[in-house]
């Protein structure tokens, strides 16, 4: 079983859409939860940390669900500029020092 | 720009020859990483430096993979006896100090391409 496994989509949505995107997680001890955005051919960029109650940050708010062993974003509003794929991240290893990404899930924001 | 900074850019070689990149991180981070991302996919962890000491190694590093941070703050990431399989983008990451384990920041990464 993968550390991180996300739906690859693509999610396509029209502009002003809410959308949502899950990531479930396999080591239950796994302490630092993140998401980040990865535009075509470029490097991947911290969105966002994901704490244990919750956090939001302009439309977006990211949600941590330990019993299940999964982690949310909500992306509210949709804008064009949101097109690209979205990375979520957990950490893991004996001291938690390996980061595990999953493959991504790809979104289209249509006008 | 204080960023993290990787060079070059972009390397093609033959197969069997050796290639080393190189990785600047951001100057007051004292945790580095490396990884490997192919097309389609998530990054891969390779391996992780808390200043000078190598604390974690994949098992995606064969002996062919080395990596180094002799003095804390640059690091280098060598392959020998390339193979076509190893064709991806090599990334570097940087993240300060501190309790957990904080957010990275990512540089431009190296795209290598075996011929």
């Known amino acids: 079983r993968k550390e991180v496994e996300q739906d690859p989509g693509p999610f396509n949505v029209p502009e002003g859409a809410t959308v949502a995107f899950n990531c479930t997680y396999s080591n239950s001890a796994s302490q630092s939860f993140f998401w980040y955005r990865q535009d075509c051919r470029k490097e991947p960029k911290l969105l966002m940390s994901?704490?244990?109650s919750g956090n939001e940050d302009g439309r977006f708010t990211a949600q941590l669900n330990r019993a299940s062993q999964y982690i949310s974003l909500l992306i509210r509003d949709s804008k064009l500029s949101d097109s690209a794929t979205y990375l979520c991240v957990v950490n893991a290893g004996a001291n938690f020092n390996k980061f595990y990404f999953g493959s991504g899930t790809k979104l289209n924001v249509k006008p | 720009d204080t960023g993290v900074s990787q060079d070059p850019r972009h390397k093609i070689t033959k197969r069997g020859q050796n290639v080393t990149f190189r990785c600047d991180p951001i100057?007051?981070?004292?945790?580095l990483y490396w990884y490997r991302q192919t097309l389609g996919q998530g990054p891969e962890f390779l391996t992780y430096f808390q200043n000078e000491a190598q604390l974690e190694k994949s098992r995606l590093l064969s002996d062919r993979f080395s990596a180094e941070r002799p003095k804390g703050s640059f690091s280098t990431l060598e392959i020998q006896r390339t193979e076509q399989g190893d064709s991806a983008m090599y990334l570097c990451a940087s993240s300060a100090s501190g309790q957990g384990a904080g957010p990275q920041h990512f540089g431009d990464g190296t795209r290598l391409s075996i011929l």
């Open positions: 994901v704490y244990s």
């Open positions: 100057s007051e981070h004292n945790r």
